[in-house]
C-alpha cells in the first residue's frame, strides 16, 4: 500500500509526464500501455493475451512501442528457454500482439516495404539533425552500412560512450519533479538507485528478467539516438516502471513498523541493518553526484511555455486556410511547432538546406509545396538560400530586401513585431 502511494505521487509531480501531459502528443498513452502491458504479463497469475494486446497497442501508439512485445519474448526465452515452444504464453502474446498490430504492418510493408518500418530508422544514422533537411536524405537516407562506410569504429564506440552518459541525464531529467529542476532530479537519482537495487533483488525471475531487458532494449538504442536527439518524452515509458520499483525500495523500512506475526517480524528485523547500511550509501552516492547534475542542469535548465500572439495568429491562418492534400515549408524553429497542439491539415516539409535560392525553389517545385512560411530562425538557419531576400531587425522583425522570384506575400504577423511571414509559390 505504501508502495503504491509512492509511486503514484512519484508519477503524479513527474516533469516530463506533466509535460508531455498538456500536449497534443502520443507518449501519456504510450505510458498507459506500457504499464498496462507490464501488469498483465508480471502479475501472479499472468494474463498473457491481454499482455499481447496492450503491446500491440503500444506499438500502435508510436513505433518505441515494440520494445515492451520483444521485452516478453525474450523474457520468455530466458526464463523458460527450449520449453518455451511448448508453452501457451509465447503464443497467446504472439497472437494477440500480431491481431492488433496487423493494420500497421501491412501497411508499411504496402508502403514503405518493411513491416517494421519507422522514420527513425534512418534518422538515428544522422550526425547532425539538420542533415535531415538536406534534399537528398529524402530520396537516399542513411543506414546502418553507409553509416559504418563513412565512420570508424572508433568513433562510433565514441558516439555511444558520450551517448549513454547524455541518456543518463536525460533520464533523470525525465524522471525529476515538476517545478523544483535540479533538485527533483536528484531526487530522481536516489529513487531510481534504489528501483535497481528493488529489480536485482526481485523474487519474481519473470518479472525481474522483463524489466531489466526492457529497461535495456529502450535505453541503448536511445543512448545512440541522443547523439541528435536527446528528448525526454522518448525514455518516458520506462519511468512509471522505475517508479513502481523505486517506491518499493524507499518503502521497505516502513514494513517493520506494520503489524506481523513474530516469525515475520524477526525475518524482517534481520534485514533492516542491511537496509539502513544502503539507504546510507545511496545518500552519500546521491550527495557525492550533485555537483555533477548541477553542472548538467546549468547547461540545459528546464523552461516553462508559452503561447505569444504571434504563434497563436499563425495557427489560426494554417487551420483556416491550408487544406487537405496541400504542402507547406516551414522550420526548421522551435517557436511554431504547432504539429503538437493542434491537428492542422496539409503536409508538413522543412525548408532545405541548399546552397541558394535557385536551389531552394527547384526544391519546392518538386515536391509540390504551396506555401512557404518564413519565421526568423528558417532566415538564420538558411541564410544561403534566404539571406539575399531577407533580413531581420529587433525592432521592425522580418523585412523583405527584395521580393523572391515567384514568391507572392499573402499573409503576415498581424500582432506587432513582424514574427513570420507567409508566401504563397507560383508553379509556372
Known sequence: ????????????????????????????????????????????????????????????????????????????????????????????VLAAFLLVAFPLLWRNSLVFKNPLYNKNQTAMWLDDWQDSYRPEYRTNP????????????????????RGLATETFVLLRASGAVKIGLWGMVLSLMVILFAGLRIMGDDNKFRRSFTLTAVVILFLPLAWFAHIAPADRYILPIVPILFAYGAAGLSAPFGLILPRSPRAAERRAKRLAVQVGLMIFLFALVIILIPSIYAAYRARPFTASTLPPEYKALRKWMEENIGSGQRYLKGPDVDFQFEWHSHIRGEHLFFPLV????????????WGADYCLITPQVIKERKKALGEYFGWDEEKGIFERKGPPLWQKIYSDPTGRTEFIVYTVRKD
Request: glycine content about 4%; charged content about 15%; some cysteine.
Open 142 to 161: 542513411p543506414h546502418l552500412i553507409s553509416y559504418f562506410q563513412g565512420h570508424s569504429t572508433n568513433e562510433a564506440v565514441a558516439r555511444m560512450h
Open 1 to 92: 500500500m505504501i508502495a503504491g502511494a509512492l509511486a503514484a505521487i512519484f508519477i503524479s509531480l513527474d516533469q516530463a509526464f506533466y509535460e508531455a501531459s498538456g500536449k497534443v502528443a502520443c507518449e501519456t498513452l504510450l505510458v498507459l500501455f506500457a504499464i498496462l502491458t507490464w501488469h498483465f504479463c508480471t502479475k501472479p497469475k499472468p494474463n498473457w493475451a491481454l499482455a499481447g494486446v496492450f503491446s500491440g497497442l503500444a506499438y500502435l501508439t508510436k513505433a518505441s512501442g515494440l520494445f515492451l512485445f520483444l521485452a516478453i519474448l525474450i523474457s520468455l526465452i530466458v526464463v523458460q528457454k527450449w520449453r518455451v515452444f511448448k508453452e501457451e504464453a509465447l503464443w497467446w
Open 355 to 366: 546552397e541558394n535560392f535557385d536551389e531552394l525553389n527547384i526544391y519546392i517545385l518538386r
